[in-house]
Structures are given as C-alpha cells and as structure tokens.
C-alpha cells in the first residue's frame, strides 16, 4: 500500500498553460507539505497544511496555489505555468507538524516547455 | 538565515568500507536533526532521525550529534554498493521547517 501518492507521475505542458498536482496519504498524519526540487537536486519547501489549515507559506509565486479538502490530501495547482517552473514536485506528510521525520511521494517531474 | 551544508562530494568509497557523511547548520535553535537517502530518480527515504547529543545506532548506519559544534554526521559501516545514493542531511529549527542540506552523493566501489 502506497503511504503517500501523487499523480500525475510525469506532467509535460507548455508555458501559460494552467495544471494541478494532487497528493494523497493515508498515513493518518495530520500535517502535510510540498516541496520543488530543481535541476541542482537542492530541495526546497514551499507550502505546509496542517489539518487543512495553511502554516507555512514559503516565497513562492503567487501562480502557486495549495489547496487542502481535508487532512488526507493536499493539492498544488500552478497558473500561467513558466519554464523556471519545470523541476520535481514533491508531496510529504508526517505526524504532528513540528519534529518528526517527514514522509515523501514519488514525486511529479514537471517539464514546461 | 538558516543554513544547512554538507561535504560537496562525490564520495567513493570501496564495498565493506566506512563511508562518512558530514552536515552543519546554522540555526542554533535547531532540535531535530535527519538523515535521508536519495536514489537517483526516486524520492527522499527517511533513514535516521537524532535528537539528542550522542550517537545513534540503527543497523549499519550510525548518527552523531554534536549541537555546541552545530554538527551532525552519518556512518556507513560495510558499504554495500545499494548504499549508493545521494545522502541529504535536514534540519528542524525553532520555525518547525525541514530545510535541506544539498546532497552528498556516495559511489560504493565493488
């Protein structure tokens, strides 16, 4: 059984285009993030939502919208999507939102051309 | 600004070697400290977490903390050639944030 899951696995769009990210887990956590890795491999945090509410919200576009239905998912849509966009998105989750490990996705290659 | 560095790398080491991993960190309110593994193409893997000052034993793998020098490492006792990976160090300071360290990629030589 998958803990955290992400679809789509591979996403390729052209530049000014719209596209969404979804994220599930069912790991029971109550707190979940999104992170980008570039092409340097460096990973970076861009959103954090614990138990739906948003309480980290990095310097990151505001093309970038997070969106929580409910504890177990977090979805990351992207407007006017721009080739500094194309990177590895990745989803995580862990427990309480504070000191515990965080549990990663398999990720999303995002590729904008 | 809180910083997390690692040893750049590449680190080769031979199969059934040591392999020793290298982090510091800036943020001296930091409490949570990580190790991860990264294999080319996947996701982050959690492989040790340390909290306290010491060392921490898990199987082949061992984490030292060292918060007065703001220091935090990983072994790699019997380096198996699946243990190459790219290794990230993370760290949770006072703000409840994971920041990152960029990687040390390690090459187990058979």
């Known amino acids: 059984d998958t803990a955290v899951s992400q679809t789509p696995k591979y996403l390729v769009t052209q530049m000014g285009n719209d596209k969404s990210i979804k994220c599930e887990q069912n790991l029971g956590h109550d707190t979940m993030y999104w992170y980008k890795q570039d092409s340097k491999k460096f990973l970076k945090i861009m959103f954090s939502?614990?138990?739906?509410?948003?309480?980290i919200n990095e310097t990151v576009p505001n093309r970038f919208s997070p969106k929580s239905p409910d504890k177990a998912h977090l979805n990351l849509h992207i407007n006017s999507l721009e080739l500094g966009d194309s990177a590895v998105y990745f989803c995580?989750?862990?427990?309480?939102?504070?000191?515990?490990?965080?549990?990663f996705g398999p990720g999303t290659r995002l590729t904008v051309t | 600004q809180k910083e997390v560095e690692q040893n750049s790398g590449p680190l080769s080491v031979p199969e059934g070697a040591i392999a020793s991993l290298n982090c510091t960190y800036s943020?001296?309110?930091?409490?949570?400290f990580f190790w991860y593994r990264q294999y080319s193409g996947k996701s982050p893997e959690l492989i040790m977490f340390?909290?306290?000052?010491g060392d921490k034993e898990d199987g082949r793998f061992t984490a030292q903390l060292n918060k007065a020098s703001q220091y935090v490492s990983l072994l790699i006792r019997d380096s198996q050639p699946s243990d190459s990976a790219t290794y990230l160090c993370?760290?949770?300071?006072?703000?409840?944030?994971?920041?990152f360290g960029a990687g040390t990629t390690v090459t187990v030589r058979a």
């Open positions: 943020d001296r309110g930091s409490q949570s």
């Open positions: 340390i909290y306290s000052n």
């Open positions: 995580a989750s862990n427990v309480a939102g504070g000191t515990d490990g965080q549990y």
């Open positions: 993370a760290v949770i300071g006072n703000d409840y944030k994971l920041s």
């Open positions: 939502y614990n138990n739906k509410e948003l309480i």
